[in-house]
């Protein structure tokens, strides 16, 4: 997953959106090893969507409805939550809360739970904070925006 060289957790280095930013310029200013090596391994599950990393805490979402929160210096697996319905989209981490989306109807001809939600939780304990249900499964993944920095869109098909 990462080079020799340890990652720094300073915000500069954070990835805390799809593609880094709501600007979506896929563009970092973290530097990587010219001879990366592999250093671990965790198995979460299938996953389509990118992973955020805040603060040395990776977190991936999985199309069998969990969200992984894995230390990248202890190498472990700090908490996941099972959410009940496929997440195929990359999550948001803003102000120590990760918002994702699911898509429940993502494996052709089958329901989870029957609804959509787009979903808090705390990025620390990885507890659901607050979820509201949506119209539609989410393929597209959160962005905040506006300048209150409160603001989260997320584009939905209508099932």
Not at 120 to 129: A, E, K, L, P
Request: proline fraction near 5%; charged fraction near 20%; aromatic fraction near 10%.
């Amino acid at each position: 997953m990462v080079g020799k060289q340890r990652l720094g957790v300073s915000d500069k280095d954070s990835w805390k959106m799809f593609r880094g930013s709501a600007m979506r310029t896929g563009v970092s200013a973290s530097r990587i090893p010219r001879k990366p090596s592999l250093l671990w391994v965790k198995e979460v599950g299938p996953t389509v969507s990118s992973p955020v990393f805040v603060d040395g805490t990776i977190y991936v979402s999985t199309i069998t409805g969990r969200i992984f929160a894995s230390n990248i210096s202890e190498k472990e697996i700090k908490w996941h939550l099972y959410v009940g319905s496929p997440i195929v989209s990359s999550p948001l981490i803003y102000n120590g809360i990760l918002i994702a989306a699911t898509y429940d109807s993502w494996i052709k001809d089958t329901s989870f739970t029957g609804k959509n939600f787009l979903l808090g939780i705390d990025s620390n304990y990885g507890t659901r904070i607050w979820n509201y249900e949506i119209p539609g499964g989410v393929f597209s993944s959160p962005c905040l925006v506006g300048s209150d920095g409160m603001t989260v869109v997320v584009g939905s098909k209508k099932d």
